[in-house]
């Protein structure tokens, strides 16, 4: 009775005190208390608490929100609570304490973590999107492949991964800036977001380059994806004021079947980019083991093109083709085409079809492209003081470099060291620019065109450009690609196309300079047509310098 009786009268007197104070502290505390019976009746709830949940705290509805995914029995049990008509975010701790009437009750501490958590979700925003166009990142690109892998494992099935990247970006960078070549890639991210089926599984890896994981669920729609995203790139989008054309190449890998780990599916679907890039651009590949063995050689054609080049491209030698001129008896050499040819020591022979493309690709065309100029102007100046002045020389020049904002100076220099006249050096351009950034293409030949140097428009009539474009273009000689002269004799539309285009460029003052002529019968065709300059098997393959002075100087 004793000891009873000092606890009763310590609670009569000072801890009624101590009572009114608690509560008044636990009102006032920054997090929500709440206590709840084992019946569902809150027993107490502070104002903090009743603020959390708008005042809706009938005890069913609160205890069951509160202990819903807590362990029963676990002392001192914990969660997160997402409370989705109030967008509010809560860390919710239950523990069990004895009530006043001695029950046992639970005793819910409830903090708002709102803020922390929109924060961590910004945080992961910011981590896994890419800044500039709002889509994934290459981090969060390698999380979900590797869940979407390890699900379509799981549950069979195929999905697959596409690799893009555009085709030629760079002309648009150098070209018109950067900040438009960031408005084209946030347009090309917006229209991809737009694709049904993979509306949120695209990522940009970097640069001009985007991933789309096309999952199981969606693999029955790869055709039309595929499909979507050609429309997509046959469209001109719209920079600065005109329109321009961008194309992609594609690697697509499946899997699991071609690949069931991240690293092994963007090889593979990297390998097969690089075949489509190959191929021509401008399209898509699938990845084929078959060819495991070819692409092994083009990483490795890869290596040895780097240490080429960065060993003052000593295998790369440069070959002469001889251009005639029929208009003349005898049809006398009127100087020749360079064309670069690749000895790898370690490879082997490599044609430039195969090996200009990856160049261009990898950025090193520019001091290939450097490298022939110099050696083919070296030549011609040396032909042309050995008795052939008229002589002259072509040199091919990728877009990549023509962009390139010093490739005049570039052109100068050259000039300058080896002497030779310009008159007698003529760059070839291919028309596939042209079209797409006419502006530009005209400023930059303009200057090229004011050293003294002619510029030829070479493999014409495969590309973009219309006949109307050539009107526009300050070029002095037109070259017709060797498909129409291929058919020059059995199909009517090949001997009109080349009459028509010689007929108008007589009309405009060019000159027109047909390729690839193997035949007789080509032969006396064309001169018939009156055309004055052919470059061709029938007259010469390309070779060695060497060969070609002892034929022609
Ligand atoms: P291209 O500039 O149109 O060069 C003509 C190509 O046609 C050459 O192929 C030449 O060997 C071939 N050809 C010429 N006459 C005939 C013929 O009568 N019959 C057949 N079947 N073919 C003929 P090549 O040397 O393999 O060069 C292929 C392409 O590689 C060139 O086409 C050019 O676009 C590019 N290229 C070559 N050298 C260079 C270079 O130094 N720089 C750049 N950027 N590209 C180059
Ligand atoms: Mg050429
Ligand atoms: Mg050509």
Not at 30 to 58: H, P, Q, T, W
Not at 84 to 91: A, L, S, T, Y
Request: charged share 30%.
């Amino acid at each position: 009775m004793g000891k009873e009786g000092k606890q009763q009268g310590k609670l009569d007197g000072m801890d009624m005190n101590f009572y009114i104070s608690g509560v008044e502290i636990l009102e006032n505390i920054g997090c929500g208390i709440c206590v709840c019976s084992k019946e569902n009746k809150v027993l107490f709830a502070n104002g903090k608490f009743r603020v959390f949940f708008n005042g809706r705290i009938d005890g069913e509805r609160v205890r069951r929100l509160l202990s819903q995914g807590l362990v029963d029995g676990e002392e001192g049990s914990g969660k997160e609570l997402y409370i989705e008509e109030d967008r509010k975010w809560f860390d919710v701790h239950r523990t069990q304490i004895r009530w006043m009437d001695q029950r046992l009750v639970e005793l819910y501490t409830v903090y708002d973590i709102t803020e922390t958590k929109r924060y961590q979700q910004r945080i992961e925003r910011q981590a896994n999107n890419d800044f500039l166009t709002g889509l994934y990142n290459r981090m969060r690109c390698e999380k979900d492949l590797e869940k979407q892998i390890r699900l379509t494992k799981g549950k069979g099935g195929e999905g697959a991964l596409l690799y893009m990247d555009l085709d030629d970006f760079k002309h648009i960078n150098d070209g018109l800036g950067h900040q438009y070549g960031d408005v084209l890639l946030k347009l090309i991210s917006n229209n991809l977001r737009m694709v049904p089926g993979i509306e949120s599984s695209c990522y940009r890896m970097g640069g001009d380059e985007f991933i789309i994981i096309v999952t199981s669920t969606r693999f029955c729609m790869l055709n039309s994806i595929l499909n979507d995203i050609r429309d997509m790139f046959e469209k001109p989008w719209f920079l600065k004021g005109a329109e321009y054309y961008c194309t992609m190449s594609m690697g697509i890998a499946r899997f699991p079947s071609d690949g069931d780990t991240v690293q092994e599916l963007i090889r593979k679907a990297d390998l097969a980019l690089l075949e489509a890039k190959k191929a021509g651009k401008n399209r898509y590949e699938f990845y084929h083991a078959a060819r495991e063995g070819h692409s092994f050689k083009r990483l490795d054609l890869e290596k040895n093109m780097r240490d080429a080049t960065l060993n003052a491209c000593d295998e790369f030698e440069v070959y002469y083709q001889p251009i005639v001129d029929v208009s003349k008896p005898d049809n006398p050499c009127m100087g020749a085409e360079a064309l670069i040819r690749w000895n790898s020591e370690k490879l082997g022979f490599i044609s430039p079809a195969e090996f200009i493309p990856l160049a261009e690709y990898l950025g090193l065309i520019n001091p290939i492209g450097d490298y022939v100029l110099r050696q083919a102007c070296q030549k011609c100046k040396f032909w042309n003081d050995s008795g052939h002045p008229e002589y002259k020389v072509n040199v091919n020049l990728s877009v990549v470099q023509l962009l390139q904002n010093d490739m005049a100076d570039r052109v100068r220099e050259v000039l300058e060291d080896t002497k030779i006249a310009p008159q007698n050096l003529t760059l070839e351009v291919t028309e596939g620019l042209a079209i797409n950034d006419m502006a530009r293409m005209k400023q930059i030949l303009g200057q090229i065109k004011g050293l003294g140097v002619r510029v030829a428009l070479d493999d014409f009539g495969t590309g973009y450009s219309s006949l109307n474009h050539i009107r526009e273009m300050p070029i002095d000689v037109i070259k017709i690609d060797r498909c129409f002269i291929e058919h020059l004799g059995k199909d009517e539309f090949a001997n009109v196309f080349v009459k028509i285009v010689c007929e108008l460029a007589a009309a405009i003052g060019m000159n027109v300079c047909v390729e690839g002529v193997e035949h007789m019968l080509q032969y006396e065709i064309l001169k018939k047509m009156q055309i004055q300059m052919i470059q061709g098997f029938y007259f010469g393959k390309p070779m060695r310098a060497e060969e070609f002075e002892k034929k022609y100087l």
